[in-house]
């Protein structure tokens, strides 16, 4: 059985959107009200003044934060993977595992 979808009233720059969601209405106005404050953003930066451009530019602005938080990820999962292998160098054999 599949989870429960819930209708979330949201906005985003001034605009009005109701986005239907496995997720719960909280995280779902979480994830809103982060875009929300990415555009703000770049609005109040002066250099855009149009709302699509600043939605744009705060798109590649979350999604190079993602990326980044996805590659820190991978390359701890890395280190982790490396000093486990060091662990396992210092157990007797036999409690070395696989």
Known sequence: MSAPKHSTKISIYGEEYTIKSDAT???TRAVADHVDQAIRGV???GAVVDANRAAILAALSI????FKER???VEM???MEALASELRRW???A????
Request: hydrophobic share 30%; glycine share 8%; no cysteine.
């Open 91 to 93: 157990l007797p054999p």
């Open 25 to 27: 209405p909280e995280h």
């Open 77 to 79: 999962a890395q280190q």
């Open 63 to 66: 999604t190079d934060a993602l």
């Open 43 to 45: 609005m109040a930066s």
């Open 95 to 98: 409690k070395r595992g696989a």
């Open 71 to 73: 590659s820190g990820n």
